[in-house]
């Protein structure tokens, strides 16, 4: 256990559907972030949270809505995704957001039919 | 642009090898290196960060090392175990930003 906490862990929505994946960090940490894994590619950053601030944007497309109410916890809420969003979406937390080491979750499994 | 290349892209050995894992980046200016661990459908476990000054790190069997001006950073695994099978992947994370650039990975397996 890493001190990082997902849930789901497995989703299955259609297209037209609205569903929110939670974080949770219990570990006393200031930075927060979303990953996107997909089959064959690297992982890639989503968003960043320092102190609830969004600090990062990586050019997520609008369906994807992040969420930070406070320091131990990170929302990304989801709709009228596309068939190429499933992919495995990774939390991470850490210390702050330059020099420390990242502590990931287990990650929720996100299947758009 | 910061990419990091990782090879080989699978490997399969027998138990009680030693492994070197490659870990390649286009650009020297970073602020430091991560090896992670992932098992299939699981989360990252961080194994071992090294910033950009130091040379190497070690933990237990793992040893990992930088050459930042190569751009090079390789992973060395004693005396493999079949619960060394996973994937592992390395990251760098740039000077004065939230972002870690990943590699794709290498898939490991060590069989008894």
Known sequence: ?113 | KQEVTQIPAALSVPEGENLVLNCSFTDSAIYNLQWFRQDPGKGLTSLLLIQSSQREQTSGRLNASLDKSSGRSTLYIAASQPGDSATYLCAVRLPDTDKLIFGTGTRLQVFP
């Open chain 1, 1 to 113: 256990e890493t001190g990082v906490t997902q849930t789901p862990r497995h989703l299955v929505m259609g297209m037209t559907n609205k569903k929110s994946l939670k974080c949770e960090q219990h570990l006393g940490h200031n930075a927060m972030y979303w990953y996107k894994q997909s089959a064959k590619k690297p992982l890639e950053l989503m968003f960043v949270y320092n102190f609830k601030e969004q600090t990062e944007n990586n050019s997520v497309p609008s369906r994807f809505s992040p969420e930070c109410p406070n320091s131990s916890h990170l929302f990304l809420h989801l709709h009228t995704l596309q068939p190429e969003d499933s992919a495995l979406y990774l939390c991470a937390s850490s210390r702050d957001r330059t020099s420390y080491e990242q502590y990931f979750g287990p990650g929720t499994r996100l299947t758009v039919t």
